[in-house]
């Protein structure tokens, strides 16, 4: 993936919640982690936003955190 849509898919996550963290290391990856209080797909192109999302990162890992949700997301660009 490219840094450019890398950054597009941040400010993305950052229109969804205020709670977003990312650490950018100098081996060409990100981790972003998202905290949620909750996820709806409401419409189907929410639900195909989220599959491409999970779709460009290396790894990911949605987990409950008290009463939100934590997503971990890996991404490496080239």
Same mark, same amino acid.
């Given at each position: 993936?490219?840094?450019?849509?890398?950054?597009?898919?941040?400010?993305?996550?950052?229109?969804?919640?205020?709670?977003?963290?990312?650490?950018?290391?100098?081996?060409?990856? =990100?981790?972003? +982690?998202?905290?949620?209080?909750?996820?709806? *797909?409401?419409?189907?192109?929410?639900?195909?936003? &989220? @599959?491409?999302?999970? =779709?460009?990162? +290396?790894?990911?890992?949605?987990?409950?955190? *008290?009463?939100?949700?934590?997503?971990?997301?890996? &991404? @490496?660009?080239?």
């Amino acid at each position: 993936m490219k840094r450019a849509t890398f950054i597009r898919i941040l400010k993305g996550m950052k229109l969804v919640s205020n709670n977003v963290s990312v650490v950018e290391n100098f081996n060409n990856k =990100a981790l972003v +982690t998202v905290r949620v209080s909750e996820m709806i *797909g409401e419409s189907h192109k929410q639900i195909r936003s &989220f @599959q491409k999302v999970l =779709a460009h990162c +290396t790894y990911y890992c949605i987990r409950p955190d *008290g009463d939100g949700l934590t997503i971990t997301l890996e &991404f @490496q660009w080239e």
